[in-house]
C-alpha cells in the first residue's frame, strides 16, 4: 500500500491529475479550470483504491458530453495503468492479485488440458492448443477472470512486444486475434450450443446465442486491448502512450481515414447530430425576429393599451428555403464522405423546399428516387451504394464527363434557388475538366459550393484541380470531420 | 451557503446503492458514486442520457431514500422567470392598494409599497420554493434542454450558489442546500456555463443483468428465465441499426405485456407479433420482424460481420 499512500499524501496526486488533465486537453476535451478544481475535489470523497468510483468521479467532473467519454476512457487507462497496485488490474473488481489468477490459471488448465501437462507450472508452458481450448471454456462460461487470465496469456504469447519497438498497439493487437481465430472459436460455441440443446434451435434462439457469445468475444478483445496497452506504457511511459494513443473525439475524425471501427462511431454519432442540428434550425426560424415592423398588427394591439403602441409587432421573416442538388463523387476514397453528407442533407431536408441527389464516378446518375421510396436513410443510401449507375468506363473519377452529362440532362433544372453543393476530392485523373459546366452552374444557380474532405495543404497535387473548379464556385471548403461538415450546413441554411 | 456542520445524506457509495435498490431502483457502480458525489460536493447533477432509461425516476427515488420532498420544474419553450422563480401577485398588489384608497387612508405611499412587496405577495415557483424551503428537497429540472439558451441563465444564479436574487426583497438563499438533478435528452447542446456548474451523468441503457433483473424487480410474477430471455432479445434488438432502440421502460411494458398474454418462453412468433411494444416505428418494426421470424440466413450475414 506504499503507492496507496503516496497517493494520498497530496501533492503527487495533484500533480498526476494535472498532467492528466494536460492530456485530456490534448485530446481536444474542452476541460475548464473549475472542473479541474471540482476533480480535485471530488477525489477527496472518493476511496482511492476504489479505481472504478475514482474513474467515475473524473469522469462526472471532467467529462461533460458523452460522446468524448472514449476519449477519456483511453486518457485514463493510459495514466491511471501503472499508478500504483490498486489501479494495476482492471475493471471495478480490481481486488485480486495476480498471482490468484495465476493460481486459477493453473487450475484451469488441469482441468482443461486433456491431463497431459499434469503439474506444469505458470502458462508459460502451455501449448497453443491448450491455451485455445481454456479460451474456448472461457467463453462459454463467460467467467470474467478466467478471460482476464487468457487475454493476459495470449498478448504475453502471440504479440510479440519488443521493448523500444515504436509501433502504435493496433499493430499488436491485430497479431493477437490473428493468433486467437476468434471467428472459429464463435462457430464451435454455436455448434455446442446447438448441440447441447435438446430439440433444434429456433432462429430466434439461434441469434440469442450467437450475439451473447459475439458479446463475451467483445470483451476478451478489450481485455486484449487493456493488456497490450498496460505493457505499452510499461514499456514507454505514460506521456509518449498517451499521445500515440490518442483517439480523436467522434467531430473530430477524419472522413477519409476512419478506421472500421471509426466509422462505425461516425454512423452512431450522426444521427444525434442531424436532430440536434434540425430542432436548432428550427428554433432559429420560430425565433428569428429579424423582420420589419408590422405596422397594421401593432396598431391593432395598441387598442388594448388605449392607443398607445406599447408593443410592438413584427413581421415574421418568410424564410428562404433554398433548393438543393447535392452532387456527389461515390468513388472509392470519397465514398464514406459523401455518404457522410446525404445523410445529413437529407435528415434536415425539411429545412430545403427540394432536395435532389446525383452521385457520380465518370458515369452520373440521379438518386432522389432511393430516397423519396423509404424513410430509412440508410437504406437508402446503401442503394445509392449498390444500384446507382455510375459507371461509364472504368469507374475511375471522371468528373469531366460526369458533370458534362449532368449539364445535358439535368442543367436546365437548375434555377435561381437552386443551391448546388458538388462533393468530391476533385482528383480527376488527368481528365479534361470540362470546367465550364460549373461556370455555367453558378450562372444559374444561386449559388455553387464545392466540399473536398481533403485536408486544404493537398489541393491542387497530383491531379487534383479543386483550384480550377474552384474559381467558378461561391465557396469551396474542406470538410474532414463532422465538425466542418456540420459548420457548413449551418451556413448553408 | 448553509452552515458547513450539514450532515451528508449518504455515507458512502454502497449505501446509496442498496438505498436506491431498496426503492427498487437498480443503479449501477456511475449513477450511486455521482449521486454520493453530488451530496459531497453540493452540486447539481445533469443527467443525460436516451428517453426512457430512467433519467427522472433516479430524482423520484432519491427523494423517497432522503425522505425528501421533490420539487419539480417541467421546462418547455418559452418557460421564463414568472414560471421558473417568483412572480409578484399583482392581483392582490391591486387589491390591497385599492383597499388603501376605499378606506380613505392617508398612509404613505413608502409604506405602501413596502407593503405591497412583501413576502405576503410573492408567488413562489418551483425553483425559489425550493430555495426557500425548511424541509429537505430534491430539485428536479426535467428537460431542460427544451428551453432556450437564453432562459438558461435564469438557472445558474441557483446552480452555483444556491440563491435567488429579487430586486425588490435582495437575495434569498437556501436554508438547506436541495439536491439537484437536471435532466436533459440531449435535442441540443447545452451551454458551457451550465454545464461547468454540474456533474455530469450519462445514463445508458443497461446492460444484460441490469437490465433482467431491473425487469424482475418491476414486474411482480415474472419468471426468472422469462426475463432473461426478455434482457437477451432486446438486446439483440439494440443492436440493430434503429430510429429508436427500444427503451427500460418500453422493455418493462413489453415484459407486462408478455405476463398478462400468459406467455413462458418467447419464440420467433410471439417475439415477432409483439414487437408493436417494444419499437415505435414501423421501419424499426418491420427490420426486427424480419430479424427475428427469418431463417438462419440473418444469423449467418451477422456472423460474417462479427
Known amino acids: ?179 486467437l481465430d476468434l471467428d472459429g472459436i464463435l462457430e464451435r460455441l454455436m455448434e455446442q450450443s446447438r448441440e447441447k440443446s435438446p430439440e433444434t434451435l429456433s432462429p430466434l434462439e439461434e441469434r440469442l446465442e450467437h450475439d451473447e457469445y459475439e458479446h463475451r468475444i467483445n470483451q476478451l478483445k478489450q481485455e486484449i486491448e487493456a493488456e497490450i496497452r498496460r505493457r505499452l506504457v510499461a514499456d514507454r511511459g505514460v506521456e509518449a502512450m498517451a499521445k500515440t494513443l490518442r483517439k480523436p473525439l467522434p467531430e473530430d475524425i477524419d472522413f477519409m481515414h476512419a478506421s472500421r471501427e471509426e466509422m462505425k462511431m461516425l454512423r452512431q454519432a450522426i444521427y444525434p447530430l442531424t436532430r440536434k442540428l434540425a430542432v436548432r434550425l428550427a428554433r432559429k426560424r420560430r425565433h428569428g425576429r429579424k423582420g420589419p415592423l408590422d405596422f397594421r398588427n401593432t396598431v391593432r394591439h395598441s387598442l388594448s393599451y388605449g392607443g398607445v403602441p406599447a408593443e410592438p409587432k413584427f413581421k415574421y421573416p418568410r424564410p428562404h428555403k433554398p433548393e438543393i442538388f447535392v452532387v456527389a463523387d461515390i468513388s472509392g476514397s470519397v465514398a464514406s464522405f459523401a455518404r457522410f453528407t446525404l445523410h445529413l442533407v437529407y435528415a434536415i431536408a425539411n429545412q430545403f423546399s427540394k432536395v435532389r441527389a446525383f452521385v457520380f464516378i465518370d458515369g452520373v446518375d440521379e438518386v432522389t428516387r432511393f430516397f423519396e421510396s423509404t424513410e430509412d436513410i440508410t437504406e437508402a443510401i446503401h442503394r445509392v451504394n449498390t444500384e446507382a449507375d455510375v459507371v461509364w468506363v472504368d469507374g475511375h473519377s471522371d468528373y469531366g464527363h460526369a458533370f458534362e452529362v449532368f449539364w445535358s440532362k439535368w442543367g436546365k433544372d437548375i434555377g435561381p434557388k437552386t443551391t448546388v453543393l458538388i462533393l468530391g476530392d476533385a482528383r480527376n485523373n488527368y481528365h479534361s475538366s470540362q470546367s465550364w459546366v460549373v461556370k455555367e452552374m453558378q450562372n444559374r444557380a444561386r449559388h455553387v459550393y464545392w466540399l473536398n474532405p481533403e485536408p486544404k495543404s493537398y489541393w491542387d497535387t497530383g491531379d487534383s484541380i479543386v483550384g480550377e473548379y474552384g474559381t467558378y464556385c461561391d465557396g469551396t471548403f474542406e470538410c474532414r470531420n463532422m465538425r466542418q461538415l456540420e459548420k457548413f450546413v449551418d451556413h448553408l441554411v | 451557503m448553509a452552515s458547513e456542520d450539514q450532515s451528508f445524506r449518504f455515507d458512502s457509495v454502497d449505501a446509496v446503492r442498496t438505498r436506491l435498490a431498496e426503492v427498487d431502483y437498480l443503479s449501477d457502480e456511475g449513477i450511486a458514486g455521482i449521486v454520493y458525489l453530488a451530496d459531497r460536493l453540493q452540486k447539481p447533477i445533469l443527467v443525460e442520457g436516451p428517453a426512457g432509461t430512467g433519467k427522472t425516476q433516479l430524482a423520484k427515488s432519491v427523494a423517497e431514500i432522503t425522505n425528501s420532498r421533490l420539487i419539480r420544474l417541467q421546462c418547455y419553450e418559452g418557460l421564463d422567470e414568472s414560471k421558473a422563480l417568483y412572480e409578484w401577485n399583482y392581483k392582490k398588489q391591486l387589491l390591497r392598494i385599492q383597499a388603501t384608497k376605499a378606506e380613505g387612508d392617508t398612509a404613505a405611499w413608502d409604506e405602501i409599497e413596502e407593503d405591497i412587496f412583501s413576502d405576503d405577495f410573492l408567488l413562489t415557483r418551483p425553483l425559489l420554493e425550493a430555495i426557500r424551503a425548511e424541509d429537505p428537497v430534491v430539485l428536479l429540472i426535467d428537460e431542460v434542454d427544451r428551453v432556450e439558451v437564453e432562459t438558461e441563465a435564469l438557472l445558474l444564479e441557483i446552480l452555483s450558489d444556491y440563491q435567488v436574487s429579487i430586486p425588490e426583497l435582495g437575495t434569498i438563499e437556501a436554508r438547506q442546500i436541495p439536491l439537484v438533478f437536471l435532466t436533459s435528452n440531449n435535442t441540443r447542446e447545452l451551454s458551457e456555463a451550465l454545464k461547468r456548474r454540474c456533474l455530469f451523468l450519462h445514463i445508458d441503457y443497461p446492460d444484460m443483468e441490469r437490465e433482467k433483473r431491473i425487469v424482475l424487480t418491476k414486474v411482480p410474477g415474472i419468471t426468472e428465465s422469462l426475463a432473461d430471455q426478455v434482457a437477451r432479445i432486446v438486446r439483440s434488438i439494440r443492436q440493430l441499426e434503429l430510429k429508436k432502440s427500444p427503451s427500460v421502460s418500453e422493455t418493462l411494458d413489453w415484459a407486462r405485456t408478455l405476463m398478462l398474454l400468459g406467455i413462458s418462453t418467447i419464440d420467433g412468433d410471439i417475439a415477432a407479433s409483439t414487437a408493436n411494444i417494444l419499437l415505435k416505428y414501423q421501419t424499426d418494426i418491420a427490420k426486427a420482424q424480419k430479424e427475428f421470424s427469418n431463417d438462419n440466413s440473418s444469423v449467418a450475414k451477422a456472423g460474417l460481420k462479427g
Open chain 1, 1 to 179: 500500500m506504499t503507492d496507496a499512500e503516496v497517493v494520498t499524501s497530496g501533492a503527487p496526486m495533484l500533480e498526476l491529475l494535472s498532467g492528466f488533465i494536460v492530456e485530456l486537453r490534448e485530446a481536444g476535451l474542452p476541460v475548464s479550470l473549475t472542473e479541474h478544481l471540482d476533480a480535485m475535489e471530488a477525489i477527496t470523497h472518493i476511496p482511492l483504491e476504489d479505481r472504478s468510483a475514482f474513474k467515475y468521479a473524473l469522469a462526472a467532473t471532467l467529462v461533460k458530453n458523452n460522446a468524448h467519454w472514449r476519449s477519456f476512457e483511453t486518457v485514463f487507462e493510459v495514466y491511471f495503468s501503472l499508478r500504483g497496485r490498486e489501479f494495476a488490474i482492471g475493471d471495478g473488481d480490481g481486488q485480486e492479485l495476480p498471482q490468484e489468477l495465476q493460481d486459477q490459471l493453473d487450475q484451469m488448465e488441469g482441468q482443461g488440458g486433456d491431463g497431459q501437462m499434469n503439474g506444469a507450472g505458470g502458462g508459460d508452458q502451455m501449448s497453443a492448443e491448450e491455451l485455445a481450448e481454456m479460451l474456448y471454456q472461457s467463453l462459454m462460461r463467460g467467467d470474467d477472470a478466467m478471460m482476464r487470465a487468457v487475454a493476459r496469456q495470449s498478448v504475453k504469447r502471440f504479440a510479440g512486444m519488443e521493448p523500444g519497438r515504436p509501433v502504435g498497439g493496433t499493430y499488436y493487437l491485430y497479431r493477437t486475434l490473428r493468433n
